[in-house]
């Protein structure tokens, strides 16, 4: 099953279905995994062979939706392009969603490029109902899902996928995907800008797998969108803690919430410290700083003079400045080592505390520059050459 | 549940639909029946199983999508009605056709089949799916059909058999229940049908082989009518040769005391000539044989030559039977379907050839010796199925035999040789 770029599908499928395909290849973001568009494969046609082409009319189309796939026939009919599609629901043979629910099924319009994927949200809508449905199998489950549903902050957003009972074992399985409330909005720019492909939306997905009825497996996964991911400090930021066995949903959820809400202030709060921190040296050391970083606030590196002995001083601020401590590395601008970089000497623990604000900090940096330096140059005359 | 379609209209709708451009739906027409077998086997006392076999007899191709239905997929009863006509009694399902997709019911064909089952009032229609499969360069195309009945929640997919299609070789042509269902056919067969078929509508030749039948069971009868008679004749007449054994040892003995006193009274006369005791002695077995010598003579008077003294001690035995030959004649079918016309020819007795042979060995006593006469006479006679009955109607163990021979035509052999088994034992 080749997945076919949207272009070679486009070019295949038959012209007067084309501006139906685009919208849903070029636009079609469905449910809550954003970050995944939908696929097409499988393009065939409904017409006798010798047709000449392209007058493909019938494709799979592949949803994302709680973690899995959805892939579901869609066919139509090249010769009759203004009448609507039929559906295949794949493996849900038992899927039968009421027509009536599906107003762009019902005022079919063959005119509006979006009929289609405006139906098939429709039709997701009428899946994720269904899946809801078949949560009733399992009390334990039920529960779960209704607790979720009456709190505002998920019952809107939310996807279930109600797994098929192994018929051997009877097992019951089920996941669930939120989308945890956290406003991304306030991250600096910055830190966003560095992914490589098209962010999309920012947005935490929270999956639970359910692998029996009774809740005793549960296996919690956070989800991040790439740009997110790389904001809050890369994949340790997916670390999340385990799910406490009999604990609930309605209890688990929110904790993780808070601990992703409690990481993205943190960030922010770092950005804003750290700005306040290179804005105190700025205005401490004026002329002694050689640059500085002006959009992350990250870096600082400063020229000083000490009994007509000059030092560099780079100074390194961490993500979660203030709480980790900035490294400062001094750097001699006389003496070489061995493999020919320039002498220097890192210093990660010296006085220093979190509570201190920026000036204050610029004023005990200083002294401790002060208080540091002679030994720095005996070293650097120790162990480097000119 | 068992299906069937027949060739024509399985190739009609595959016609219908291969020629189409697009997805083709239609209805099938047909009829549902019941059959219920029931098995009496030693270990339970009967079973009976029901099956419900569904014929296709033809279908109703549609001449457009959604001709009976909207985009939502309700069902205009009106359109339903102006599609089917007269003929919606007749429907048990329907088709559709679609290329390159799955063998699976679709959203919208679920959606129809709910509302069918309830317009048209049938608990199990079935829906017959047509996939027509082509690989890439166009090469290999296969049709797949599937017959489903949705309606049920398990084994929905029965299998649809069509008669004749298949291998061929090593079975024989099936003669379909499904019927013709063709006005043109029907008033071809009314037109020429009467030179088949008479007026209760049996074919012909079944009548005319019943009438052979019947007037082979009619001679069988009149066959079984003599023989009971014959075989009267035969006990009257052992019951008179018993008789006539007893007068003749009767008149043996009292001749054997009068000689004994006769010789007595010669023997007081001739008391002086003793010495001669020996001669009498010896002259005594003289006399005896002679009286035994006087015994086969009166034997021999008892045979009867057939024209005189035969008359009068079995007056009907040697006349001709009664009734005419023809009647008699048993028609002897050289080959199947033709009158039977008697073979000439044939030689002594030797119309059950075996027979005859047979009748010399079983014959009793002096009954062979009557039958050798018998048959000498018989040589004389014109036809040679007579000799059959005459001499056949003597001998007691042989007759029974050859009438049962006589009453079993599949015995006989075209070539007009007639070998009957019984005989042959």
């Not at chain 2, 239905?69 to 102006?82: I, W």
């Not at chain 2, 929905?156 to 019927?179: A, D, F, H, M």
């Not at chain 2, 010796?369 to 048959?375: D, G, H, T, V």
Request: one cysteine or more.
């Amino acid at each position: 099953m080749n997945s076919l770029s949207p272009e070679v599908a486009l070019s295949r499928i038959s012209p007067e279905l084309r501006p139906l395909l685009c919208s849903v290849v070029r636009n079609g973001r469905v449910g809550l995994d954003s970050t995944n568009c939908l696929r097409i494969t499988d393009l065939k046609t409904g017409c006798t062979s010798l047709t000449p082409g392209p007058c493909c009319d019938r494709f799979k189309l592949h949803i994302p939706y709680a973690g899995e796939t959805l892939k579901w026939d869609i066919i139509f009919n090249a010769r009759d392009p203004e009448l609507p599609p039929d559906f295949i629901f794949g493996e849900d043979a038992e899927f039968l969603p009421e027509p009536s629910e599906l107003p762009h099924l019902v005022a079919w319009d063959a005119g509006d490029p979006d009929c289609l994927l405006q139906l098939v949200k429709e039709l997701l809508q009428q899946y994720h109902q269904y899946q809801c449905q078949r949560l009733r199998d399992s009390s334990r489950l039920l529960f779960e899902y209704d607790s979720l549903l009456e709190d505002p902050n998920y019952g809107r957003s939310m996807e279930i996928y109600a797994g098929r009972k192994n018929s051997w074992t009877g097992e019951f399985s089920a996941r669930f995907l939120l989308k945890l409330p956290v406003d991304f909005s306030n991250i600096p720019i910055y830190l966003l800008k560095d992914t490589a492909l098209d962010p999309g939306e920012d947005v935490a997905l929270l999956s639970v797998s359910f692998e029996d009825a009774e809740a005793t497996q549960v296996f919690p996964k956070l989800f991040l969108s790439p740009s997110i991911e790389h904001a809050l400090g890369g994949p340790s930021a997916l670390h999340i803690p385990a799910f406490p066995s009999g604990g609930c949903l309605i209890d688990y959820v929110p904790q993780v919430c808070q601990l992703l809400t409690n990481k993205v202030q943190y960030v922010i709060q770092g950005y804003h410290k750290r700005r306040e921190y290179i804005a105190a040296f700025l205005s401490h050391f004026g002329m002694g700083v050689v640059e500085y970083d002006a959009v992350g606030f990250t870096k600082l590196t400063l020229l000083l003079m000490w009994k007509d002995f000059c030092f560099l001083v780079h100074v390194d601020l961490p993500l979660y400045f203030p709480r980790d401590q900035p490294t400062l590395t001094f750097q001699s601008i006389y003496h070489f080592t061995s493999s020919g970089q320039l002498y220097s000497q890192v210093q990660k623990s010296y006085p220093y505390s979190p509570r201190w604000d920026g000036n204050e900090m610029a004023k005990r940096a200083k002294a401790y520059f002060k208080s540091f330096i002679p030994q720095f140059q005996e070293g650097a005359f120790a162990n480097g050459k000119l | 549940m068992a299906a069937s379609i027949s060739g024509y209209t399985f190739s009609s709708v595959c016609y219908h639909s291969a020629n189409s451009n697009s997805d083709h739906e239609g209805f099938l027409l047909g009829e549902v029946r019941q059959e219920e077998t029931l098995s009496i086997s030693d270990s339970q006392i009967s079973s009976s199983e029901f099956l419900h076999i569904v014929e296709v007899h033809n279908h109703e191709p549609c001449a457009q999508l959604f001709s009976f239905y909207d985009y939502a997929g309700k069902v205009n009863e009106e359109n339903l009605n102006r599609i089917l006509k007269d003929r919606r009694k007749n429907v048990i399902g329907w088709y559709r056709f679609r290329r390159n997709t799955q063998q699976q019911m679709s959203f919208r064909e679920q959606v129809i089949h709910k509302q069918l089952t309830n317009i048209l009032g049938i608990p199990d229609l079935v829906f017959l799916l047509f996939s027509f499969i082509s690989t890439a360069n166009s090469s290999t195309h296969a049709l797949e059909y599937v017959l489903f009945r949705p309606n049920r929640r398990y084994n929905q997919r029965i299998s649809l058999s069509i008669p004749n299609l298949g291998n061929t070789s090593q079975q024989e042509y099936k003669v379909s229940s499904v019927p013709n269902t063709s006005k043109n056919y029907a008033s071809v067969i009314k037109e020429h049908g009467a030179e088949f078929f008479d007026k209760d509508g049996v074919i012909k030749d079944i009548r005319a082989i019943f009438q052979v039948y019947s007037a082979l069971q009619d001679k069988v009868q009149a066959v079984c009518a003599e023989v009971d008679q014959s075989e009267r004749v035969k006990e009257k007449i052992q019951e008179e040769v018993k008789k006539l054994k007893e007068e003749i040892s009767l008149r043996k003995r009292i001749t054997a005391a009068e000689e004994r006193r006769h010789q007595e009274s010669l023997n007081t006369e001739n008391h002086s000539l003793q010495d001669d005791s020996a001669l009498s002695d010896s002259s005594s077995p003289p006399s005896l044989t002679r009286v035994l010598l006087q015994s086969p003579p009166l034997e021999v008077s008892l045979d009867w030559p057939p024209n005189s003294t035969a008359l009068p001690l079995y007056p009907a035995a040697p006349a001709p039977p009664p009734a005419p030959p023809s009647a008699i004649l048993l028609p002897r079918p050289q080959a199947v379907g033709s009158p039977g016309h008697p073979s000439p020819g044939l030689g002594l007795g030797n119309g059950d050839g075996s027979s005859s042979d047979s009748l010399n060995r079983q014959a009793i006593g002096q009954e062979d010796q009557l039958e050798e006469e018998e048959e000498e006479e018989d040589e004389d006679e014109d036809s040679s199925e007579y000799e059959n009955l005459v001499s056949e109607r003597l001998q007691s163990p042989s007759l029974t035999d050859t009438a049962v021979s006589l009453g079993r035509p599949a015995a006989l052999w075209p070539d007009g040789d007639t070998h009957s088994s019984g005989g042959s034992s």
